[in-house]
């Protein structure tokens, strides 16, 4: 029999530094929840199809200069751009599975900035843009190595794609994890099945828990 749509749909999310093989997961996991007849939707930020993510990849490729503020600002408005999109689609039942998302853009911000913030300019300020979107269930961290990491292929090719950067990135990440129960970290140097495997198992539960009404919809950054 064909599983219906209940509850609501489980917002599951991919994070990590550059070349984790977030993407390659996202892609595993949509095509393995679609052949199991789950109502399912991929979504990637930023999205660069939207008018800000085409001034957001013209910043990463390097053809236009942003001040990383205002850039930061045009990261969440991608987002926010889509929020209600997002929670109708979970409320419809519909399962999401989102590469990138909030945490990929504080802790990129933060990375940039320097410590201590005499202006105010610190984590939470960054937090506060993104403030109201709907909350994931559950945060799949793909961990590597920045040096593992270069190793990959095309790796430079934007604008953050350089170690010591990503090594600042990583710290600030870590900072999110402390304050997000639903993280959960896998070894993204394991094999790409092995990895998809661990994926699954997570999404299966996620996706029960918030069709059975077990997990009330959340937004950030609670
Ligand atoms: P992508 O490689 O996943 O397309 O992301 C492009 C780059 O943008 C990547 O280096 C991470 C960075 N980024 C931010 O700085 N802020 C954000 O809000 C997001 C979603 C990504
Ligand atoms: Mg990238």
Request: proline fraction near 5%; charge should be negative; hydrophobic fraction near 40%.
């Amino acid at each position: 029999s064909v599983p219906v749509a209940e509850g609501r749909g489980a917002f599951i999310l991919f994070e990590g530094l550059d070349r984790c093989g977030k993407s390659t997961q996202c892609q595993c996991l949509l095509e393995h929840l679609t052949a199991q007849q789950v109502p399912v939707q991929k979504l990637s930020f930023p999205d660069r199809q939207q008018e800000t993510g085409k001034l957001i990849a013209d910043f990463l490729q390097r053809k236009i200069q942003l001040d990383p503020l205002a850039v930061h600002l045009l990261f969440a408005a991608n987002r926010q751009n889509v929020r209600q999109q997002m929670v109708d689609s979970l409320a419809a039942g519909v399962t999401l599975i989102v590469d990138r998302y909030a945490y990929s853009g504080v802790a990129f911000t933060a990375a940039q900035l320097e410590a201590p913030h005499p202006r105010g300019l610190d984590l939470d300020w960054c937090k506060t843009p993104d403030t109201g979107l709907p909350a994931p269930d559950v945060v799949i961290f793909l961990r590597l190595s920045p040096q593992d990491a270069a190793a990959r292929g095309q790796y430079g090719a934007e604008a953050y794609e350089k170690i010591d950067f990503q090594e600042k990135v990583q710290e600030q990440f870590d900072k999110l994890r402390d304050t997000s129960p639903n993280w959960v970290e896998l070894d993204a140097l394991l094999e790409q099945d092995s990895i998809a495997q661990q994926v699954s198992t997570i999404a299966a539960e996620a996706i029960q828990d918030c069709r059975q009404g077990k997990r009330p919809m959340q937004y950030l950054w609670s």
